[in-house]
């Protein structure tokens, strides 16, 4: 047990933390779903699906909702969610890319921020990680971090080379850096795969064996359900869906554009949505 973190209540109450919800996985073998949300219609899809499925629920505000000025509205939307269900949310963002932008998430309620530094050397990933864990959990929020950087494109952020997380340095930041949760490269991507992902086990297996923090798995639109089980089996606790949520989202809207009925559009849209997110749940809890 550590130090009793010190929590602005009045804040984050309605929300909960990374960790919290990590901790229910943990404690169950489940991964907890970590869904994108852009609009107002996508998170309302989502949260009855984890409802239906009663399943806590990350919603992640990413960077290319971010480069639409989309933070402080997703925000809201989620912590007005958050007080309308019964299901735990975290409020969280995803792939931070600057000690500044977390703190303005901070600032905006979130109750979980990553900092992703992978692609900066090392030792400028551990201090910054370092700083963003410092001013996160001094007011008890969650921070997850990033070693081995995820291929793939995600939000117009392209990283060609599948790289593989190295375990020595993966034994080095978890000595140094108290974070609550750590995305591993272990060959996956982000983005739709092409191909079948071609997914180190033995990687992930030894990455756990090291005493890690909870770990996440980036990268789950187009992996195999028989692959993310088995990563599920050797400790990935949190899956990151984004592409396929959008795909089903904008074929609901082209199934029915022609229509012209503006909120049949969007009823289609959530539905596609709804179904998937509930589908990825039961997966992601071993249903
Ligand atoms: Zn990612």
């Given at each position: 047990m550590g130090p009793r973190r010190p929590r602005r209540k009045d804040e984050i109450i309605l929300?909960?933390?990374?960790?919290?919800v990590l901790k229910i996985a943990e404690d169950t073998g489940t991964a907890i779903p970590a869904f994108n949300i852009d609009n107002l219609e996508g998170p309302e899809a989502?949260?009855?699906?984890?409802?239906?499925e009663n399943c806590p629920l990350i919603l992640t505000v990413g960077q290319g909702a971010i480069n639409a000025g989309q933070l402080w509205y997703l925000a809201d939307i989620v912590k007005r969610l958050a007080s309308q269900t019964k299901i735990p949310l975290v409020l969280h963002l995803d792939h931070g890319v600057s000690y500044e932008q977390t703190v303005l998430c901070l600032r905006a309620g979130f109750t979980s921020v990553m900092y992703d530094g992978s692609h900066h050397p090392f030792e400028e990933n551990v201090r910054e990680s370092q700083a963003v864990v410092r001013s996160a959990h001094a007011v008890g929020v969650s921070?997850?971090?990033?070693?081995?950087?995820?291929?793939?494109?995600e939000d117009g952020i392209s990283h060609k080379n599948v790289n593989?997380?190295?375990l020595q340095e993966v034994e080095q930041f978890i000595a140094v850096v108290d974070c609550d949760a750590l995305a591993v490269g272990i060959g996956n991507a982000h983005g739709m795969y092409q191909g079948t992902p071609n997914l180190d086990f033995d990687r992930l297996a030894a990455c756990r064996a090291l005493g890690t923090p909870p770990l996440v798995l980036h990268g789950g639109?187009?992996?195999p359900d028989d692959m993310i089980r088995k990563a599920i089996q050797l400790g990935i606790?949190?899956?990151n869906v984004a592409t396929e949520l959008r795909m089903a989202f904008?074929?609901?809207l082209e199934a029915t554009v022609g229509q012209r009925d503006f909120y049949g559009m969007y009823r289609q849209a959530k539905t596609n949505m709804y179904e998937l997110?509930?589908?990825k749940i039961r997966l992601f809890q071993g249903k």
């Open positions: 929300l909960t933390t990374l960790q919290e989502l949260v009855e699906a984890g409802e239906a921070v997850e971090c990033e070693l081995g950087a995820i291929s793939g494109v593989l997380v190295d639109s187009g992996t606790r949190k899956v904008m074929e609901g997110a509930r589908k």
